[in-house]
T-cell receptor
Framework: DTAVSQTPKYLVTQMGNDKSIKCEQNLGHDTMYWYKQDSKKFLKIMFSYNNKELIINETVPNRFSPKSPDKAHLNLHINSLELGDSAVYFC?????????????FGNGTRLTVT | AQSVTQLDSQVPVFEEAPVELRCNYSSSVSVYLFWYVQYPNQGLQLLLKYLSGSTLVKGINGFEAEFNKSQTSFHLRKPSVHISDTAEYFCAVSDHGGGFKTIFGAGTRLFVKA
């Protein structure tokens, strides 16, 4: 059983398009995250939701909009895609709204904008 | 605000040799420290964590790390590496001042040679 699953695994699209990435976790966690990993492998947090409430919203262009329909799902919608959005996007989850809870990651979505 | 510095971007080592991957952090409050490993085309998975107590922490796959508060370090070690340990290793920190964020270092690429 996959604990944190993301779809799609690969996403190739043209500049200006709108795309979505979906994430689901079956670990029973109530906190979920989106991280962006650039070409140099640097990981940066974008958003976090706890029980459908947005608790972290980093300095991310407002073309990126997260949505959590329930605590097991966190989606990421990106409008007007730009070349610089090309990266690997990771969904993660953790147990509860606590600082010492390790993150469980999905396998990532590789977004390529041409 | 917390930050993490991984001092080596790449570490080449021969199989069965020992290895140390260095990590330093900065934080004004008590911290929780983690090491994650990322194999090619996969998400990150937890290797080990320091939350409190003994400063020597043992993790999966024979890895261990030592928390040194005076030097603000959390170096990862393995006495004898295998080819299969070739991967990207990330040090991470979260603390009470970070607002539930886990901040990652830039990663260290461990390359094990036969």
């Amino acid at each position: 059983d996959t604990a944190v699953s993301q779809t799609p695994k690969y996403l190739v699209t043209q500049m200006g398009n709108d795309k979505s990435i979906k994430c689901e976790q079956n670990l029973g966690h109530d906190t979920m995250y989106w991280y962006k990993q650039d070409s140099k492998k640097f990981l940066k947090i974008m958003f976090s939701y706890n029980n459908k409430e947005l608790i972290i919203n980093e300095t991310v262009p407002n073309r990126f909009s997260p949505k959590s329909p329930d605590k097991a799902h966190l989606n990421l919608h990106i409008n007007s895609l730009e070349l610089g959005d090309s990266a690997v996007y990771f969904c993660a989850s953790s147990q509860g709204r606590i600082y010492n809870s390790p993150l469980h990651f999905g396998n990532g979505t590789r977004l390529t904008v041409t | 605000a917390q930050s993490v510095t991984q001092l080596d971007s790449q570490v080449p080592v021969f199989e069965e040799a020992p290895v140390e991957l260095r990590c330093n952090y900065s934080s004004s409050v008590s911290v929780y420290l983690f090491w994650y490993v990322q194999y090619p085309n996969q998400g990150l998975q937890l290797l080990l964590k320091y939350l409190s107590g003994s400063t020597l922490v043992k993790g999966i796959n024979g890895f261990e790390a030592e928390f040194n508060k005076s030097q603000t370090s959390f170096h990862l070690r393995k006495p004898s590496v295998h080819i299969s340990d070739t991967a990207e290793y990330f040090c991470a920190v979260s603390d009470h001042g970070g607002g539930f964020k886990t901040i990652f270092g830039a990663g260290t690429r461990l390359f094990v040679k036969a």
